[in-house]
T-cell receptor, first 113, second 114 residues
Framework: EAAVTQSPRNKVAVTGGKVTLSCNQTNNHNNMYWYRQDTGHGLRLIHYSYGAGSTEKGDIPDGYKASRPSQENFSLILELATPSQTSVYFC????????????FGKGTRLTVV | GDSVIQMQGQVTLSENDFLFINCTYSTTGYPTLFWYVQYSGEGPQLLLQVTTANNKGSSRGFEATYDKGTTSFHLQKTSVQEIDSAVYYCAMRGTSGGNYKPTFGKGTSLVVHP
């Protein structure tokens, strides 16, 4: 079965600090995605990637960077964390073709104090 | 740009009630449409998907129907149970022109009382 693993599962960070959220997939999927989930907003796309070395801006990229060093790994980086970035973050992977599902990790709960 | 509109933010039902959740979408071409379910503490997972080829999908007692004419798709279940309490997301993914990013609605939180 498709597997997407996120780490850490919970994180408390200080305002102005750097935060890195990691995601690993064992599905050999080309595409990977980072979403944040907030009440009233659903799932919003932050960054995505079509393969190793590529990153693309999603719908809400401001304040975030992404890195895809390999097929399996995709990171989300908050260089200067702010309290407004307190949220639950989900990583997902999927085939390059459009008509197929994506697979999600269990999420990372980030609190910025 | 692409969008998926899911109007019902929360639905509260009793066991054995009928469930109906509707979504509308906007994109070019004919996308594949999905319903995801998210249980507490978990990530979203696929419930079912519908394509233009079949217009309907079903899984675990849920049924989804796709109407290209009105660019809408809905999820229904005849008799909900308490274990169906979860957040339901409609989503779409394009199948042409390189438009493969999944786009999600805002989610419907379903609470089923015993």
């Amino acid at each position: 079965e498709a597997a997407v693993t996120q780490s850490p599962r919970n994180k408390v960070a200080v305002t102005g600090g750097k935060v890195t959220l990691s995601c690993n997939q064992t599905n050999n999927h080309n595409n990977m995605y980072w979403y944040r989930q907030d009440t009233g907003h659903g799932l919003r796309l932050i960054h995505y990637s079509y393969g190793a070395g590529s990153t693309e801006k999603g719908d809400i990229p401001d304040g975030y960077k992404a890195s895809r060093p390999s097929q399996e790994n995709f990171s989300l980086i908050l260089e200067l964390a702010t309290p407004s970035q307190t949220s639950v973050y989900f990583c997902a992977s999927g085939d390059a073709g459009g008509g197929t599902e994506v697979f999600f990790g269990k999420g990372t709960r980030l609190t910025v104090v | 740009g692409d969008s998926v509109i899911q109007m019902q933010g929360q639905v509260t039902l009793s066991e054995n009630d009928f469930l109906f959740i509707n979504c509308t979408y906007s994109t070019t071409g004919y996308p594949t449409l999905f319903w995801y379910v998210q249980y507490s503490g978990e990530g979203p997972q696929l419930l079912l998907q519908v394509t233009t080829a079949n217009n309907k999908g079903s899984s675990r007692g849920f049924e989804a129907t796709y109407d290209k004419g009105t660019t809408s798709f809905h999820l229904q279940k005849t008799s909900v149970q308490e274990i169906d309490s979860a957040v339901y997301y409609c989503a779409m993914r394009g199948t042409s022109g390189g438009n493969y990013k999944p786009t999600f609605g805002k989610g419907t939180s379903l609470v089923v009382h015993p």
